[in-house]
């Protein structure tokens, strides 16, 4: 397994020392033509929004201009990373307002939509150094349901074994428009701070999204999309089975 030799948050893209895990330590700037998460060999098709476990993603915006994936775990909550609802400018926590929840989004149409009434992290977040790495998770709650539960994603509640195949599948910074997704990648394994690590292909925009596992009773959230190589297709994800644990 190649080493990670440095990560970047998938939304606001802040370069980690090596074996870092905290969002804002900087080491040195990206070079423009590199899409950090992808490696030599894009793999990424896109997919149809249309179909299950896709049809439960959703594009994640905010009213200054961030931009995220999520996963609906209910008819009225949306899963995807805490750290896509920091402010860039004030580092601050954003208005749960000026959130906006769109479902199965695809060419300027979606299948439904929503404002954010309200917002849950993990307990004892905060936004800035130092925050554990497994508390970038956050559930956001809509005015209302968006999609009969039938169309959403249950959380896996244990870890998944070494080995076990995943999709990642989100809006990202260079087709936007549409669904990306890496549908033949695995689980690689545990770090010591409790994130997942896989080899799934993911740049911007992808911050929040499920990391998909098939089961016996159809698919699941294996975890929370959070951080990724700057040159390779590797990444960290929270465990779904942690937020299910505090959910």
Excluded: K
Excluded at 121 to 132: E, S
Aim: with cysteine; net charge positive.
């Amino acid at each position: 397994m190649q080493t990670l030799r440095h990560l970047a948050s998938l939304c606001c893209l802040a370069l980690l020392m090596p074996g870092a895990l905290t969002a804002h330590a900087q080491e040195r700037p990206i070079p423009r033509d590199i899409l950090p998460g992808i490696g030599q060999q894009d793999p990424r098709r896109p997919v149809d929004a249309r179909e299950m476990p896709f049809q439960a993603l959703a594009r994640v915006q905010h009213g200054l201009g961030g931009r995220c994936t999520g996963a609906l775990i209910a008819p009225n909550q949306v899963l995807t990373a805490a750290h896509c609802l920091i402010a860039r400018r004030t580092e601050n926590l954003v208005q749960p307002g000026s959130v906006h929840v769109l479902l199965g989004y695809e060419r300027g149409a979606q299948a439904a939509q929503a404002q954010v009434v309200s917002f849950r992290t993990a307990p004892g977040y905060r936004p800035g150094p130092g925050v554990p790495a497994a508390s970038d998770w956050a559930i956001l709650t809509l005015a209302r349901d968006i999609a009969p539960r039938a169309a959403t994603l249950p959380l896996l509640t244990a870890l998944p074994a070494p080995r076990t195949p995943l999709i990642l599948a989100g809006y990202q910074q260079d087709r936007p428009e549409v669904l990306l997704a890496d549908t033949a990648c695995r689980m690689l394994g545990v770090t010591s701070a409790g994130m997942l690590l896989h080899d799934c292909a993911g740049t911007r925009g992808v911050s929040g999204a499920p990391l998909l596992v098939a089961t016996p009773g159809g698919w699941a959230v294996a975890g929370v999309a959070s951080r990724a190589a700057v040159e390779t297709a590797t990444g960290l994800a929270v465990p779904a089975a942690t937020v299910a644990a505090a959910r």
